[in-house]
T-cell receptor, first 116, second 115 residues
Framework: ETGVTQSPTHLIKTRGQQVTLRCSSQ?????VSWYQQALGQGPQFIFQ???????GRGNFPPRFSGLQFPNYSSELNVNALELDDSALYLC???????????????FGPGTRLTVL | AQTVTQSQPEMSVQEAETVTLSCTYD???????LFWYKQPPSRQMILVIR??????QNATENRFSVNFQKAAKSFSLKISDSQLGDAAMYFC????????????FGTGTSLTVIP
């Protein structure tokens, strides 16, 4: 059984650039959620992907977008980067069946994004 | 909107002693789940314990137990026989029912274990 992996580990970008972060879900999981964790804060929900579609979104602007692939891996894309986008980005995988999201949510180690 | 509040930014405990971390939440829902997650310096969030709101019995996982007070909307975590490996950030989290997508997290409590 493989755990949740994320790449890259660290990333430095400049304001206005675009970034893509990647997540591979836990074996057997079909749902991926993305969180933003600013320094000294708890994670904040960005959105969730299930069956390759966005399935719930937090209070984040449209320049935060995502994809889920047939193998359930996922990407988080952020356009027009701002200084406040500097944070740890966590993905978490879980299993959803028949409309029920199970509570076993496994997190990846995160990608540390720094925007200069 | 659901909110989760952790009023203790930092806590410390002597090795082998007991410590309690506090969490309160606000919700109008009756069916929900509460969680405690641990985030060590390695950054990977690990589930410590969870509680279903419909269960009156407090959850226990080895040295970790919770005191769930539904009416007071309080959900504290007790760590018994603290170990050096317990040092980490601890986050309280809420999720609405088993169809809710979103986990709401508190701001965390940094736990130091003193040898």
């Amino acid at each position: 059984e493989t755990g949740v992996t994320q790449s890259p580990t660290h990333l430095i970008k400049t304001r206005g650039q675009q970034v893509t972060l990647r997540c591979s879900s836990q074996s057997g999981h079909n749902t991926v959620s993305w969180y933003q964790q600013a320094l000294g804060q708890g994670p904040q929900f960005i959105f969730q992907y299930y069956r390759e579609e966005e399935n719930g979104r937090g209070n984040f602007p449209p320049r935060f977008s995502g994809l889920q692939f047939p193998n359930y891996s996922s990407e988080l894309n952020v356009n027009a980067l701002e200084l406040d986008d500097s944070a740890l980005y966590l993905c978490a995988s879980s299993l959803r069946t028949s409309g029920i999201l199970y509570n076993e949510q496994f997190f990846g180690p995160g990608t540390r994004l720094t925007v200069l | 909107a659901q909110t989760v509040t952790q009023s203790q930014p930092e806590m410390s405990v002597q090795e082998a002693e007991t410590v309690t971390l506090s969490c309160t939440y606000d919700t109008s829902e009756s069916d929900y789940y509460l969680f405690w997650y641990k985030q060590p310096p390695s950054r990977q969030m690990i589930l410590v314990i969870r509680q279903e709101a419909y269960k009156q019995q407090n959850a226990t996982e080895n040295r970790f137990s919770v005191n769930f007070q539904k009416a007071a909307k309080s959900f504290s975590l007790k760590i018994s026989d603290s170990q050096l490996g317990d040092a980490a950030m601890y986050f309280c989290a809420y999720r609405r029912s088993n169809t809710g997508n979103q986990f709401y997290f508190g701001t965390g409590t940094s736990l130091t274990v003193i040898p």
